[in-house]
């Protein structure tokens, strides 16, 4: 038995989620990951109108957003055997688009480069060595020795006033750090220049869906007329000024998010490339359909799953399954009505609270019994690592070029076997080299947009079935996506016009979820295996690995009350 650590709350995530560690002889030998808030999101949709769904499912959470209406309505579209124009599916397509690169550049400079990045050690930067640094690696304008020297004196005065800001409680000049002064000087520049440019892009999301961060979706299309000439529809104004925002947010990933990206790994490829590799399972509902969403070989996100990191196979997956994806309780506070050892396919999916653990504060988990808020999903009994990198895995062994184009540049670039995809930095990685397709890809699917438009076609919605009456007595449904932390899926069963039963598997879901009832990990505690900690007191190290997947935990683990009221976590005991 080694020392037990515990990280709670894990900062720098949506949600509240609590680490604890064995370490023996300054590596983790084993690892507990518990979400520490109550789910119960899919109680108050019971008896609800299910075109009413998306808009309550959307504010699980205030990152995730648009991916659980696109869920959503999906899934009563798959229920109701509706399909969409091909308009409204562009326009989705880039509502999605947009999601990734606010959410993956937010999350690589304000989530997760601070575990890479000592703000302290910038001071020491000299500014004119950082302008050269910066000017090697990207022609972005905003390089010069006087831009860098003016930053530098910004951050001393946040030191020298003893208040550090949004810089504060950092493990600065812990020995994990490797970046030299300049390096750091010009991440932090990038740093302050992302919270300026992630709120510009967002309005893409305000022109389709009316508003961020929780637009409006429609079963059967989108809510959004278009006009050309009218005043109050998507007119030639608006289509223009996504078309600008689209090019500015390519140019700066291009140009900054990648090269910083790149320049960062490079200083860490030789002993991160090769820790926190956790599972070796993949699992991708793909999405971004170029064909109409029935048409899943026409995704530009593949949809499938890599087992053993056998990059030369990947296997189909079935959300109508039964037997494929299940979720298991036996290490969760949640009971099923027939016992707690045996999973559930969503659509048989139950939500019903028991909560047996410790009331906090308290000292570590009963990790022996239940200890998370988190449901524990397996794919055929297997655990699966859901995110960027699953996605991109599954792109490259399904023999998409796009792909193997750019994970190849990004390996030559760092000179690393594909090996190093395994790890926490390949996590960290895969996210942005996904960026870098998604971007292209959002031209891509406005230009489809325009070319649509100026042929004549104006649809954006179907009435078809609207109308609960035209409804079977009974109906279920399944709407899968790619949320920008992983395969993200929601079931529902209609019953008298109503919603009987409504089921969302989240990516943190997969992800962080508790031990099944075999004893197995899933991604989070695995991930952490074998992970050398320099000091138990400031661990940075487990931070490193677990940012590397984006936690989010609150749609895995959240709860309203039905008149809208949050329920707070003491409460629930």
Known sequence: MGTRIVVDP??????????????????????????????????????????????????????????????????VENALNITIPPNAELIRNLMFCTQYMQDHVVHFYHLHALDWVDVVSALSADPAATSYLAQSISSWPKSSPGYFSDLQKRIKKFVESGQLGIFANGYWGHPGYKLPPEANLMAVAHYLEALEWQKEIVKVHTIFGGKNPHPNYLVGGVPCAINVDEANALNAERLAMVGTLLEKAQQFIEQVYIPDLLAIASFYKSDWGAIGGGISNYLAYGDLPTNGYADVGSFKFPRGIIMNRNLGEVV?????????????????WYTYADGD??????????????????????????????????????????????????????????????????????????????TALFSTLGRTAARGLETKLVAKWSLEFFNQLLANIKNGDSRTFVADKWDPETWPKEAKGVGMTEAPRGALAHWIRIKDQKIDNYQLVVPSTWNASPRDPNGNHSAYEAALIGTPVADPENPLEILRTIHSFDPCIACAVHLYDPKGKYVHQIQTF
């Open 341 to 418: 050892k045996a999973g559930k396919h969503p659509w048989d999916g139950e939500t019903n609270l028991k909560y047996t653990g410790p009331k906090p504060p308290y000292e570590h988990l009963n990790v022996e019994e239940k200890y998370s808020w988190l449901k524990t999903p397996r794919w055929k009994g297997n655990a699966m690592e859901v995110g960027p990198l699953a996605r991109m895995l599954v792109g490259y062994a399904s023999g998409k070029d796009e792909f193997k184009e750019v994970i190849h540049y990004a390996l030559e670039k760092l000179d690393v076997p594909v």
């Open 316 to 332: 189909p997956v079935d959300g109508t399954d039964p037997e494929q994806i299940k979720e298991y309780i036996s290490r969760s």
């Open 10 to 75: 894990v900062t720098r995530i949506e949600g509240h989620l609590r680490i604890e560690a064995e370490i023996k002889d300054g590596v983790i030998v084993d690892a507990f990951s518990s979400g520490t808030m109550v789910r119960g999101i899919e109680l108050i949709l019971k008896g609800r109108d299910p075109r009413d769904a998306w808009a309550f499912t959307e504010r699980v959470c205030g990152v995730c957003t648009t991916v659980h209406a696109l869920a959503s309505v999906r899934t």
